[in-house]
């Protein structure tokens, strides 16, 4: 029987769907506090809940595909302690995949001013905010949403650290190792 080398297409896909979605996020997170006049702001954090939003359904998606399709096994060649530390990075970022829409999407419900500032799923219909955290106590909102707001931003740290990880493994592999590690996550 034939050793799978890569990533099925779908998985592929998936996950350069979702790094772009991160990056695009993030990138939006730290330009706002930059972005003048105020109106500009509302456009830019819209289309970061859309694309949140959008990455909390894929990651579900991936999950699915991952539990289904086993990946290809790392090559012999990595150090024990390389495919230990990569299979935890993965996991940690399985977990982020579901941590930060969700904590953002919480956040998001419990605002004060979300009737408001209704959130359109890229400019076309309204996505719903949680309704039972809409209808908690206004003092309870708040708590709830100054919480999972720091837990949003917590997490963004812990995911700089493991992409920083996840990417620089990936280039010492490719790089100086001379595996064709990126070739993995590659159609072909
Ligand atoms: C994987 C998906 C997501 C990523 C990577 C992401 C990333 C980030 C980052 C890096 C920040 C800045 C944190 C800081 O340093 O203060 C941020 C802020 C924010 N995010 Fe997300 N986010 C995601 C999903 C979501 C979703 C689904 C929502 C809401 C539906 C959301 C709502 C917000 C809001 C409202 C803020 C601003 C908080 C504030 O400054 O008051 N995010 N996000």
């Given at each position: 029987m034939q050793v799978a080398t890569r990533y099925t297409n779908v998985a592929i896909a998936l996950h350069w769907i979702i790094a772009l979605g991160i990056v695009i996020n993030i990138t939006l997170a730290w330009l706002w506090p930059h972005m003048l006049p105020d109106g500009a702001v509302r456009p830019a954090i819209d289309t970061h809940k859309s694309i949140g939003i959008t990455i909390l359904g894929l990651a579900f998606m991936r999950l699915l595909w991952r539990f289904s399709h086993r990946p290809p096994p790392m090559?012999?060649?990595?150090q024990k302690w390389e495919t230990v530390a990569a299979h935890w990075a993965h996991v940690l970022l399985y977990v982020i995949l579901f941590a930060q829409p969700l904590t953002g999407w919480i956040m998001d419900s419990a605002y004060k001013d979300a009737a408001l500032h209704p959130m359109h799923y890229f400019g076309t219909f309204e996505f719903p905010r949680i309704a039972w955290i809409q209808q908690l106590p206004q003092p309870l909102k708040e708590q709830i949403h100054s919480g999972f707001g720091k837990a949003h931003e917590y997490i963004s740290y812990v995911l700089y650290a493991l992409l920083i990880a996840h990417i620089g493994g990936a280039l010492k592999h490719q790089l100086l190792d001379k595996e064709p590690e990126i070739e993995r996550m590659l159609p072909g």
């Open positions: 090559p012999t060649t990595y």
